[in-house]
């Protein structure tokens, strides 16, 4: 069921920047935690990293780690997803899910309630 909305992706050069938007036109996102995924053709949607409802400690992937950063706006109802120093490996199509701390799995796809419709993020030369 997509109620997720994402923005923010583009083409960008390796060691570039983006900033992915996750936001809900229809509901609130205090209650839910939200995850962000990249899947490639040909392959399964990987987990990149999941933000709690209280927004504490998140869960990243190792291959990300430090060098992306998740942050939730609550007044604006919106998730980001700050990408640095990107590298071609990370292209994909990035997808926010919503869903319960205590229903999803951190890791996987599992368990999400909610799906954006993805936004593609190109890393080349």
């Known amino acids: 069921q997509l109620q997720l909305v994402e923005s923010g992706g583009g083409l960008v050069q390796p060691g570039g920047s983006l900033r992915l938007s996750c936001t809900a036109p229809?509901?609130?996102?205090?209650?839910?935690?939200i995850g962000w995924f990249r899947q490639v053709p040909g392959k399964e949607r990987e987990g990149v990293v999941y933000i709690g409802i209280s927004g504490g400690p998140a869960n990243y992937e190792d291959s990300v780690k430090g060098r992306f950063t998740v942050s939730r706006d609550n007044a604006k109802n919106t998730v980001y997803l700050q990408m640095n120093n990107l590298k071609p490996e990370d292209t994909g199509t990035y997808y926010c899910?919503?869903?319960?701390?205590?229903?999803?799995?951190?890791?996987?796809?599992?368990?999400?309630?909610?799906w954006g419709q993805g936004t593609q993020v190109t890393v080349s030369s």
């Open positions: 899910g919503a869903g319960d701390d205590l229903v999803v799995d951190r890791y996987t796809d599992y368990g999400y309630v909610y």
């Open positions: 229809k509901f609130s996102l205090d209650f839910y935690g």
